[in-house]
């Protein structure tokens, strides 16, 4: 019984990040209330939390799979250009915002791990730097095929085109339109809504990882002929995984989407696919909550160096520098082990006392 | 000794995060003077045309703060060609109480900064965000330069009227809103004046260095007029490679193409005989022209694009508008909004960019285009 009682270390560091992500929320949502923050971090509330959904979600394949991804700003893009299709389409059912934007998360994120899923079944056969390629040419073309798209809605029906720009009744519009992206998006997400995806995602992604399955994919991470001599089916987990992050990447998508009122293909280019990378990397592979911590400083840090004006890029490069080799230096992760042990044990000898 | 230096690190880096919070605060720049914001992309791909304008604007800043009476001051934030850094730009702005906005340099991050404007009810006027998605629904946001239906149709009306060619091919850059914006209107134009498109091709971004495989495909269909809807940095390099192919049709450009005769490195004997339509020409003899040119030129070494022009009439525009609608610094920027509007809809302006210019209640200037060639390395008007 009481062994049922006590949680392990993992569920425990899992509550931490949790209560500690609903305490800045908290926070945060007083400060913004209050007025006492800036316009600027108002307006970075709700790409920070699609950025956070982003960083999770490929610390589940590059940190838990252990297989390197360069594409995953595709499956945002398919989330983000999905989401507002659907919503668009929703809107002319419903009223409701909180409905719409739901129904644009939910089929934003569907579409996408339908996306991660096609791609996943040939892809997935390849390993290592092989698999980071292909993926990263899949991330691209992604990015094509939106750039070529045309869809439009009016009292006929539904147009959808390629190259070529589909002709519109004047009642209706075009929803997305080629290089232009999907333009007209009424402004749906809140700080709230993307905090609750973000919740969501995570409880998925502590269940997932604390489960057999989750078990199953880090024995393929660590020895994939071990796992495989023991019947783990390696094609089954893969898969599993890369749509599962797929799908939070589209959710991340459609939630960054609805926050500005247009949004081009060219946004979810490379570019895009290695800031994430970033954030995972820089947060720790496999670390949740570094990369939720990841996302958030490195997201605000180029806003909060516009003192620096023209060299803004350069001082963000620089402190990223100076970031990666503080955090992979021995000494200093010494001394913050240290302190953390410290605290610990005079935790335990106030409880004792 | 190791150790001191990362501390010293540390210390650094989280001096810097503290500055910059501190600089997040609110400025208080004085009741006298109205706070001008604008963004633009400062640094990265597209930072000629947000550099271009926000210097245009500078000039005139300067220009008007001289004269007495009201007062400007001009801030520009960099958004990186990006919607979300535009905002986030914006924002920037916001917490500075900007008053009236100049919206955004480039099509796509202004669509954004619009719908900001819009539901916060301050005025805008963008130099040069063509798309009229920047303008739909929104009664604040006006427009210095052409819209790009404008600029396709304007092109097809052009070329079918002066008989400039009987069989046309089209290069586009197809991941790019404003070339492709031109594209497609000028297409709409192009079938309903029944003129003769033989070869559609395109470029995007990764693959802006080679045409030989577009300009081919022209010349093979017999093309005697190439049509390039495009900025110049990738139009000099269509040109240099047509070139050395030793094919020689005409080139109608747009406004983009206006600049390449100042482009570094570009050997202007390849421009000869472009046709351009664009509203500003820099060897233009007026006293206005002369004057913004021989300063732009005396600070910044360069001559001055189409984009310093529009941002500079952006700014003269807006000071008349203030004048007449006696505009004060201790208004908020709803009432100046409110104002402005009026004012914008009713008044004629001469500026660089065009005499006589009007705005309609949709946000779209209605001025003539200037159909140019170049000869002997300047532009000649065509009319």
């Known amino acids: ?65 252990g297989e390197l991804s360069l594409g995953h700003a595709g499956f945002m893009s398919v989330g983000a250009f999905g989401g507002v299709f659907v919503g668009t389409l929703m809107q002319e059912v419903s009223d409701s915002k909180v409905l719409c934007l739901l129904v644009a998360v939910i089929a934003g994120g569907l579409m996408a791990a339908v996306a991660g899923l096609l791609i996943g079944v040939p892809v997935l056969r390849l390993r290592g730097d092989y698999l980071a390629i292909v993926t990263l040419a899949f991330g691209q073309i992604i990015k094509s095929i939106v ?49 609750i995806v973000l919740v969501v995602c995570l409880i998925v992604i502590f269940n997932l990882i604390q489960s057999r399955t989750g078990r199953a994919i880090m024995a393929l991470r660590d020895n994939r002929i071990a796992a495989e001599s023991v019947g783990i089916n390696v094609t089954k987990y893969k898969l599993l995984v890369f749509s599962i992050s797929a799908a939070m990447a589209g959710m991340a998508g459609t939630v960054f989407a ?54 803004r890029m350069l001082v963000y490069a620089i402190v990223l520098i100076l970031v990666m080799l503080g955090t992979n230096n021995p000494k200093i992760r010494d001394f913050f082990a240290k302190m953390f042990a410290r605290k610990k044990t005079a935790k335990e000898e106030n409880a004792n006392g | 000794m190791k150790k001191m230096k990362k501390v010293v690190c ?18 208080d720049s004085g009741s006298d003077v109205i706070r001008i914001g ?47 850094k535009a905002v986030n730009a914006y924002n920037v702005l916001k917490d500075w109480d900007v008053q009236i906005s100049l919206g955004s340099v480039t099509t796509n991050p202004c669509i954004a900064t619009a719908a900001e404007t819009y539901a916060d009810r301050i005025f805008a006027l963008t130099p040069s965000a063509s798309s009229t998605d ?13 819209a790009d239906p404008n600029q ?117 004997t390849l421009a000869e005989g472009v046709m351009l339509l664009t509203p500003f020409s820099a060897d233009a003899t007026d006293e206005k022209t002369v004057n913004f040119v021989t300063k732009y030129q005396e600070k910044h070494n360069e001559i001055p694009n189409q984009f310093a022009a529009d941002a500079y009439d952006c700014v003269y525009a807006i000071y008349e508008a203030c004048k007449k609608g006696e505009v004060t610094a201790d208004m908020s920027a709803e009432e100046i909004c409110d104002i402005m509007i009026a004012q914008f809809t009713t008044m004629s302006f001469d ?8 705005w309609g209640t949709n946000g779209e200037v209605t001025k003539a285009p200037k159909g140019m060639v170049i000869q002997n390395g300047v532009y000649v008007g065509l009319d």
């Open chain 2, 134 to 146: 920047v303008t739909k629904g929104k009664d604040n946001m006006f427009q210095m330069c052409f």
């Open chain 2, 152 to 268: 396709g149709s304007a092109s097809a009306q052009y070329i079918n009227d002066k008989q400039l060619g009987t069989k046309i091919a089209i290069i586009y850059k197809n991941d790019d809103a404003y070339s492709t914006g031109i594209y497609e209107t000028f297409m709409d134009k192009a079938a309903a004046l029944g003129i003769n498109v033989v070869s559609t091709t395109t470029f995007n971004t990764d693959s802006q260095n080679d045409f030989s495989v577009q300009l081919n495909d022209a010349k093979n269909a017999g093309a005697d007029l190439v049509f390039l809807p495009m900025y110049y940095q990738a139009a000099a390099l269509i040109l240099d490679q047509a070139k050395k192919m030793n094919y020689a049709p005409k080139f109608f450009g747009v406004d983009g193409m206006d600049g390449i005769l100042t482009l570094e490195g570009f050997d202007t």
């Open chain 1, 258 to 311: 609805y926050n500005y009122s247009t949004v081009a293909p060219t946004k979810f280019d490379f570019n895009t696919s290695i800031l994430v990378l970033v954030f995972v990397v820089l947060g720790g592979l496999g670390s949740i909550r570094g990369s939720l911590i990841a996302a958030a400083l490195l997201t605000l840090l180029p806003e909060l160096l516009r003192e620096f004006s023209d060299y």
């Open chain 1, 1 to 65: 019984m009481k062994g049922k009682k006590t949680l392990n270390k993992t569920s425990k560091n899992n509550f931490i990040t949790m209560g500690g992500l609903l305490l800045v929320y908290v926070i945060v949502l007083i400060l913004k209330e209050g007025g006492i923050t800036t316009n600027l971090i108002n307006g970075q509330l709700v790409p920070i939390c699609a950025y956070m959904i982003m960083a999770i979600s490929l610390n589940l394949t590059v940190g838990i799979l």
């Open chain 2, 38 to 84: 604008g963004t633009g992309p400062l640094t990265g791909d597209a930072s000629v045309y947000g550099q271009a304008a926000k210097r245009g604007a500078e000039i005139a800043v300067e220009e008007i703060n001289a004269l007495g009476g009201l007062q400007f001051e001009l801030n520009y934030q960099d958004d990186t060609h990006d919607t979300e």
């Open chain 1, 147 to 195: 750039n070529i798209l045309y869809v439009g809605l009016d009292s006929e029906g539904l147009h959808v085109s390629f190259i070529e720009k589909c002709e519109v009744l004047d009642d209706g519009k075009l929803i997305i339109s080629g290089a232009m992206g999907a333009t007209g998006i009424r402004k749906l997400s809140t700080f709230t809504f993307a905090f």
């Open chain 2, 351 to 358: 500026g660089l960019t065009g005499a006589g210019m009007t």
């Open chain 2, 10 to 27: 540390l210390g650094l880096i989280s001096a810097m995060m503290l500055s910059a919070f501190a600089g997040c605060g609110k400025k």
